[in-house]
Every structure is written in structure tokens, then in C-alpha cells.
């Protein structure tokens, strides 16, 4: 925590404090949409896609994984790929979570890993440290275990422009989630494997969130997806997968 953080800590505590807990009894617990959270698709070289991450990885605040980043990023992808394609991802999930998570998964080998955690890390008030730590191991799980060949790293959306939040609980938790995308964009930089993918501010409007004022809607879902298969046809065009038979 950096020293800005710790002044607002310390002089506005209680207030948010209070405020953490006003958010959490009023802002409406939206379900992971229905559908499958794993496929096959597409047709043409074989790119085999996981998709790890929290909340927003899963979907909440689309009514059905069609209509949220699993199903737009398969349906994004199939036109150039045979894709087959699992979304590992739950309401809550911290970095830590998934990593405890993925150790349990059986090794199985990816050529494409898009991620979406910091959300609850931030919200947690775990540490800048801490999470940094965690982003490395995940990284090297991802290549390592699961021989992925590209990591495309989700930044954090822009919370300080969330409705549900009010100030100035908006405004720390906000300032928190840029630290914490900036020292993503940092480690996505310096690893040949990754890249960071930013959910700025052209990305998340606020008026295409979900009705809670929290998670994205449909619309955000479509121009990530989209983005997210931008970065992946460009790399594997670079290094050509084999076909599936």
C-alpha cells in the first residue's frame, strides 16, 4: 500500500469502512449466466483457449455464457480457428483462489490463456506486493503446467467510474485498481509469453454495464471478446498451430 493509500486509510477508515458494508447489502448478487464452460467451435487450425478469472470471466451480468466473454470470444475466434475452448471461473475468485484452483486442475496443455482477476484482490485489500507475487506464479503455472504459448492478461476495469460505488469509496478503491493495472501492464512487459490487454475507459462504458453498476454487460463482454481475438489471430498467425484430425 503506497503512502496516498495509507493517509486516505487512515483519515477516511471508518467511512469506508461503512461504506464497504452499505455497498455489500445493496448492490443486487447477480448469477453466473447458464450455459456450457466448454466447447468445441469453428473450423480451420486448431487453438485450443482457456479462460481463468473471477466474476467477470464468468459472465455475471450476461443472461447466458453466449452473451458473455466465453461464448463471444469462441463465436470471435471460430471463423479462423477450430477452437476448443474451457472457462475456469467463479463469483469471488481471487488471484490467490485460482491459483490454489488451477494446482487441483489436471495438466492439460493451451495454446491461448486470457485471465481476468484483481477485481476482488483490490476489494480484499490485499496487498500491491502481494498480488504482484501472485501474478508471477500465475504466470509461470500457465506456461509451465499448462504449456500455454500466449497469457493475455485482463487489466482491471476502471472502478472509479463504477455507479454501485459511491465516494469516497469509489474514488480509493479506484485508485487501488490503477496501481494494481499498472504493475500488470509492468509484468505483461517484461514477459515474452504475455500480454497485458487494458479495459480502459473505451472499453467499459458505464452506460453497457450490468444492472448492478458492478459487472459488465453484454455489450463490454462483445468489444473484449473482440479485442482479446484481435491479439490472439495476430500471435498465431506468427506461430501456426497444427490442425485438429
Same mark, same amino acid.
Given at each position: 500500500?503506497?503512502?496516498?493509500?495509507?493517509?486516505?486509510? !487512515?483519515?477516511?477508515?471508518?467511512?469506508?469502512?461503512?461504506?464497504?458494508? @452499505?455497498?455489500?447489502?445493496?448492490?443486487?448478487?447477480?448469477?453466473?449466466?447458464?450455459?456450457?464452460?466448454?466447447?468445441?467451435?469453428?473450423?480451420?487450425?486448431?487453438?485450443?483457449? #482457456?479462460?481463468?478469472?473471477?466474476?467477470?470471466?464468468?459472465?455475471?451480468?450476461?443472461?447466458? $455464457?453466449?452473451?458473455?466473454?466465453?461464448?463471444?470470444?469462441?463465436?470471435?475466434?471460430?471463423?479462423?480457428?477450430?477452437?476448443?475452448?474451457? #472457462?475456469?471461473?467463479?463469483?469471488?475468485?481471487?488471484?490467490?483462489?485460482?491459483?490454489? =484452483?488451477?494446482?487441483?486442475?489436471?495438466?492439460?496443455?493451451?495454446?491461448?490463456?486470457?485471465?481476468?482477476?484483481?477485481?476482488?484482490?483490490?476489494?480484499?485489500? =490485499?496487498?500491491?506486493?502481494?498480488? @504482484?507475487? $501472485?501474478?508471477?506464479?500465475?504466470?509461470?503455472?500457465?506456461?509451465?503446467?499448462?504449456?500455454?504459448g500466449q497469457?493475455?492478461?485482463?487489466?482491471?476495469?476502471?472502478?472509479?467510474?463504477?455507479?454501485?460505488?459511491? $465516494?469516497?469509496?469509489?474514488?480509493?478503491?479506484?485508485? @487501488?485498481?490503477?496501481?494494481?493495472?499498472?504493475?500488470?501492464?509492468?509484468?505483461?512487459?517484461?514477459? !515474452?509469453?504475455?500480454?497485458?490487454?487494458?479495459?480502459?475507459?473505451?472499453?467499459?462504458?458505464?452506460?453497457?454495464?450490468?444492472?448492478?453498476?458492478?459487472?459488465?454487460?453484454?455489450?463490454?463482454?462483445?468489444?473484449w471478446a473482440?479485442? !482479446?481475438?484481435?491479439? +490472439? +489471430?495476430?500471435?498465431?498467425? $506468427?506461430?501456426?498451430?497444427?490442425? +485438429?484430425?
Amino acid at each position: 500500500m503506497n503512502l496516498r493509500h495509507l493517509i486516505a486509510t !487512515a483519515a477516511l477508515g471508518p467511512v469506508l469502512l461503512a461504506q464497504g458494508r @452499505r455497498v455489500r447489502r445493496r448492490v443486487p448478487a447477480l448469477p453466473e449466466p447458464e450455459g456450457p464452460r466448454e466447447g468445441e467451435c469453428g473450423s480451420g487450425p486448431a487453438l485450443r483457449l #482457456l479462460i481463468v478469472g473471477d466474476s467477470a470471466a464468468a459472465g455475471v451480468g450476461a443472461r447466458t $455464457q453466449d452473451e458473455a466473454l466465453s461464448g463471444q470470444l469462441a463465436v470471435s475466434l471460430a471463423p479462423t480457428f477450430r477452437v476448443r475452448w474451457k #472457462l475456469l471461473a467463479f463469483t469471488g475468485a481471487t488471484t490467490g483462489d485460482m491459483l490454489d =484452483h488451477l494446482r487441483r486442475e489436471a495438466a492439460t496443455d493451451y495454446d491461448v490463456v486470457l485471465t481476468s482477476l484483481g477485481v476482488n484482490d483490490v476489494t480484499g485489500r =490485499h496487498s500491491l506486493a502481494t498480488w @504482484r507475487r $501472485q501474478q508471477r506464479e500465475l504466470v509461470a503455472l500457465l506456461t509451465g503446467r499448462f504449456h500455454a504459448g500466449q497469457v493475455l492478461l485482463s487489466g482491471l476495469p476502471p472502478m472509479h467510474r463504477f455507479p454501485a460505488l459511491p $465516494q469516497p469509496l469509489r474514488w480509493y478503491v479506484g485508485s @487501488r485498481a490503477r496501481d494494481f493495472d499498472h504493475a500488470l501492464e509492468e509484468l505483461a512487459g517484461g514477459l !515474452a509469453c504475455c500480454e497485458f490487454l487494458g479495459l480502459g475507459h473505451e472499453m467499459m462504458d458505464v452506460s453497457a454495464m450490468a444492472s448492478d453498476g458492478f459487472h459488465p454487460g453484454p455489450p463490454i463482454y462483445a468489444v473484449w471478446a473482440q479485442e !482479446a481475438a484481435r491479439r +490472439i +489471430i495476430h500471435r498465431q498467425s $506468427q506461430h501456426p498451430t497444427e490442425p +485438429i484430425t
